[in-house]
């Protein structure tokens, strides 16, 4: 068995290989003729937000993304503006609502800015939703055909939980820049001199928070309906504080390109970030998403300079004999970790770095890890006492703890 060659449109037009793409995000090896609902990769993560606008020129000014695609009035779309925004193989795609009686909206409304769609590239659109289907899928959207100048894209959609949704999309007919009904469109902000370029460069994985209860039916449809294999397991001490605590398993594809973690609530003395979530939500949704960066101090440093805030770690983290011990040599001194506040772990397979932002937006919701592995296939579970701890006293500030 060797590992898929393919790469997803994403991947090849930001010039990744397969060698970057295992150290970034921890490829394994994977037969797709086998597998009942192959998927390539990711393809898009689409947002429904309050002013798309404005959320994607903040995304290029601070996150260094680039604007490289466009629907709205202009191009006859009279529902929505949309941006599509790139940073290496990561494309986000920024909807807000124009017409007052838009469904945009009425999901702003009950969720604030998030993620809508979670879009996977695969090989075989109906060969998937036939597979879904008969496993006892959602389909929300019948396999069809979108074209333009450009070529042929074939799509579908199933629902996933809350009011989330999978679009699989399969472009290997298509040209365009993003999808039919879209245009090129490029910014006409003018970058400062010196501000480096792509700030991370493949998505990682994308967590999914759930109602009490619910996790584990999620998994099966993970493992069920998209051939989705389990990889980690999280409970117990190793995810729980003095107050709180919450319940985690993680599916991942076949290559491990795409990966979901899947959070739930557990009993504790107060209540947990997953129930903060839920109710600030509105229901299910996507909490964070992990952005692969090789160069995690460059990307913190930069970020910071723009203004956007991480969780706090105490100094005693870091001066832990047992956390010194257990990690061994990383590839910067751990002062300098500490000066930023980034957290590392070590597991058997090598070692990473991660850290967190605060929510992102008004309601305490949607916020990214930023991370850069070396080896580790894990997601830092030697990390999540000290992040968990971070993320109460943030939601002690906010008076929801």
């Not at 903040?58 to 009035?73: I, R, T």
């Amino acid at each position: 068995m060797s590992i898929d060659q393919t790469l997803t449109s994403q991947e090849r037009l930001a010039d990744l290989d397969l060698d970057q793409l295992r150290r970034l995000v921890g490829l394994v090896e994977y037969d797709p003729d086998g597998d009942p609902f192959p998927v390539t990769g990711w393809d898009a993560v689409v947002w429904s937000v309050g002013n798309a606008t404005q959320t994607a020129l903040f995304f290029q000014a601070v996150f260094g993304m680039e604007l490289v695609a466009y629907s709205g009035p202009e191009t006859g779309n009279r529902d929505h503006q949309a941006y599509v925004l790139r940073s290496g193989a990561v494309r986000f795609v920024f909807q807000g609502g124009v017409d007052p009686a838009s469904t945009l909206l009425d999901h702003h409304r009950r969720h604030g800015d998030g993620i809508v769609d979670i879009a996977l590239e695969v090989p075989d659109v109906d060969r998937c939703i036939a597979h879904a289907r008969a496993q006892g899928a959602k389909v929300l959207v019948e396999p069809q055909d979108l074209s333009d100048e450009h070529g042929t894209v074939r799509t579908a959609a199933i629902a996933v939980y809350g009011d989330t949704r999978h679009t699989l999309v399969d472009r290997s007919r298509y040209t365009g820049p993003y999808l039919p009904g879209y245009v090129a469109r490029s910014s006409s902000r003018v970058k400062p001199e010196g501000k480096p370029t792509r700030l991370f460069q493949a998505l990682d994985h994308v967590v999914g928070n759930v109602e009490l209860g619910r996790m584990n039916e999620w998994v099966d449809f993970y493992n069920r309906i998209m051939g989705f294999t389990n990889m980690a397991e999280f409970v117990g001490e190793d995810i729980a504080t003095e107050y709180s605590a919450l319940m985690s398993k993680v599916v991942a594809s076949g290559n491990h390109r795409v990966k979901f973690p899947l959070n739930e609530p557990a009993p504790g003395r107060k209540r947990s970030q997953i129930d903060e979530y839920l109710d600030f939500y509105g229901g299910p949704g996507a909490q964070h998403l992990a952005l692969a960066t090789d160069d995690i101090l460059r990307t913190v440093d930069v970020l910071r300079a723009e203004g956007i805030q991480f969780l706090a770690t105490p100094d005693s983290y870091y001066e832990d004999p047992a956390l010194r011990a257990r990690i061994g040599e990383v590839r910067v001194p751990i002062e300098e970790l500490q000066s930023r506040g980034i957290l590392v772990d070590r597991d058997s397979d090598g070692y990473l770095l991660q850290i967190f932002t605060k929510p992102l937006g008004d309601r305490p919701t949607v916020f990214f890890e930023l991370i850069e592995r070396h080896g580790s296939l894990g997601f830092g579970v030697g990390n999540f006492k000290a992040l968990f701890e971070a993320i109460e006293r943030e939601q002690a500030q906010r008076g929801n703890f």
